[in-house]
């Protein structure tokens, strides 16, 4: 069981932050799980998982019912996921996830990017045992709740670990027990800020501050592109 890390935590939700670019990939997420769920986060663990996520950025509402209701519209029925690995400077890592409906302008992007800042793509499945796919839930302790109790509680969702970071506690469980962990939480009524997949590296790599600035224009440039959903990379 490796040990959870945050990396880059602060600079990632920096960009993050920014509502024009995030707004409409947590819409994506939400009208494909509508699509593939239903329209009803009663009944759709996933979209409701993809809600609270939504939520958690401060994503008005009625954006979040607009992206719901272009599920049942013809502009969506495409979409699919896609993963690219590719290879930085440094020995550097990354595994983008995609939400696309147009392969050849995702996979052209990709490659330029890449190819722009000295690195390149590689085969698909080429890094994936250099990486632990991991569910993922983010949330506040509960009031009253001990630590070793909480726990306990959870290990029926399959949590393998809770980790403490800046006040923030991680639950982390294998990726196949995602809905598992999700239910645990509502079933014990504890509210959690996010939830998703991860993917961590396990053997980071430790770069200067002269080479992270530099690695940093790619990761920027991924991150910013409109069919990219999620950059894991082996920096520690």
Not at 168 to 174: K, P, Q, T, V
């Amino acid at each position: 069981m490796g040990r959870a890390f945050e990396y880059r935590r602060a600079a990632k939700e920096k960009r993050w932050d920014k509502m024009s670019k995030i707004f409409p990939k947590l819409g994506k997420a939400i009208t494909v799980a509508a699509k593939e769920g239903g329209e009803d986060p009663n009944i759709n663990s996933a979209l409701r998982t993809a809600i609270q996520n939504a939520k958690a950025q401060n994503m008005p509402k009625n954006n979040i019912d607009a992206a719901i209701k272009r599920a049942s519209g013809k502009d969506f029925e495409n979409i699919v996921d896609e993963l690219y690995e590719g290879k930085g400077p440094y020995g550097t890592m990354f595994m983008v996830e995609c939400m696309t409906d147009n392969h050849s302008r995702t996979v052209a992007n990709m490659k330029w990017m890449f190819n722009k800042w000295g690195a390149g793509l590689v085969s698909p499945g080429s890094m994936e045992f250099m990486f632990n796919r991991k569910a993922v839930v983010e949330f506040a302790k509960p009031d009253g709740k001990d630590i070793e109790e909480l726990e306990m509680e959870l290990i029926d969702g399959g949590l393998e670990e809770l980790v403490e970071n800046d006040g923030i506690l991680y639950a982390y469980a294998d990726y196949t027990d995602f809905g598992l962990l999700v239910k645990a939480f509502e079933d014990l009524g504890i509210e959690t800020t996010k939830a998703n997949l991860q993917r961590i590296p396990t053997s980071p790599t430790e770069l200067t501050e002269e080479q992270m600035e530099e690695v940093d224009k790619l990761l920027d440039k991924i991150e910013d592109d409109e069919d990219v959903q999620q950059v894991f990379t082996n920096i520690a």
